[in-house]
């Protein structure tokens, strides 16, 4: 339907973003202690942040989350969104686990 009228891009990627921000945490610690705890398929850690960035997560987390806006997730389009999330969005175990 974006042929028709390129607003419905828009549409189809909020709704895509409404159903990531339902399916992954709203708190960077969260996110930051599922990234670095991550254990392979046999259960070897494997972790997909390094202990230096962990940590800053950790000792800033307050800071961090202040400044982070999720409502400027909406202003993709579908395709960029796409694009983000196939390409760039960590996933832990098939699933993402990050958000834009």
Do not use: C, W
Request: proline share 4%; net charge positive; aromatic share 12%.
């Amino acid at each position: 339907m974006t042929i028709v009228h390129p607003d419905f891009s828009k549409l189809a990627a909020r709704i895509a973003v409404s159903n990531l921000h339902k399916q992954t945490f709203d708190s960077v610690v969260d996110v930051a202690d599922k990234l670095y705890n991550y254990k392979d398929s046999i259960g070897r850690p494997a972790p997909l942040l390094s202990k230096e960035v962990f940590d800053i997560f950790m000792n800033n987390h307050q800071k961090i989350q202040e400044v982070i806006n999720y409502k400027r997730d909406f202003n993709y389009d579908f395709f960029g969104f796409k694009t983000l999330e196939r390409s760039y969005l960590l996933k832990v175990e098939g699933k993402i686990v990050e958000r834009p």
